[in-house]
């Protein structure tokens, strides 16, 4: 399964009332991506989380471990990983920054260090 949700920013010329309306719909946009990765978490599923910056194109990736999982110690009892992308999306969406958040179940065999996953769209 996989999720995307656009976060842009609004265009120079636009009016007040339009920079206001696009600021309400990215908030509500991140708020739906902090819903669903705190939802997955508490389903158990392991799953990746991008945030892709539009300006520049780099990609942030963070892996989300079900909880008990021993493959990466991770002290998740504590929900440290789930917290830190949630404060990242919070900042980014204060800061009104142009930025795609993605959700990717991982299905084994691949992951975004190697070399065959496909990983989030280009944020072009």
Same mark, same amino acid.
């Given at each position: 399964?996989?999720? =995307?949700?656009?976060?842009?920013?609004?265009?120079? @010329?636009?009016?007040?009332? *339009?920079?206001?309306?696009?600021?309400?719909?990215?908030?509500?946009? /991140?708020? +739906? @991506?902090?819903? $669903?990765? =705190? +939802?997955?978490?508490?389903? *158990?599923?392991?799953?990746? %989380?991008?945030?892709?910056?539009?300006?520049? *194109?780099? !990609? !942030?990736?963070?892996?989300?471990?079900?909880?008990?999982?021993?493959?990466? &110690?991770? $002290?998740?009892?504590?929900?440290?990983? %789930?917290?830190? %992308?949630? $404060?990242?999306?919070?900042?980014?969406?204060?800061?009104?920054? $142009?930025?795609?958040? &993605?959700?990717?179940? #991982?299905? #084994?065999?691949?992951?975004? +260090? /190697? *070399? !065959?996953? +496909?990983?989030?769209?280009?944020? @072009?």
């Amino acid at each position: 399964m996989k999720k =995307i949700y656009f976060l842009t920013r609004p265009v120079g @010329a636009a009016t007040r009332s *339009g920079k206001w309306r696009n600021r309400l719909k990215n908030t509500y946009k /991140s708020t +739906d @991506a902090i819903r $669903d990765i =705190i +939802d997955w978490t508490t389903e *158990g599923r392991e799953f990746y %989380v991008a945030i892709i910056f539009h300006a520049t *194109g780099e !990609r !942030r990736v963070f892996h989300m471990n079900p909880p008990g999982s021993a493959e990466i &110690c991770t $002290d998740f009892a504590t929900k440290r990983p %789930v917290l830190n %992308v949630i $404060d990242q999306i919070l900042r980014l969406t204060a800061q009104n920054a $142009d930025i795609d958040i &993605c959700l990717l179940q #991982r299905r #084994r065999g691949g992951n975004p +260090d /190697s *070399g !065959r996953w +496909d990983g989030p769209p280009s944020a @072009a």
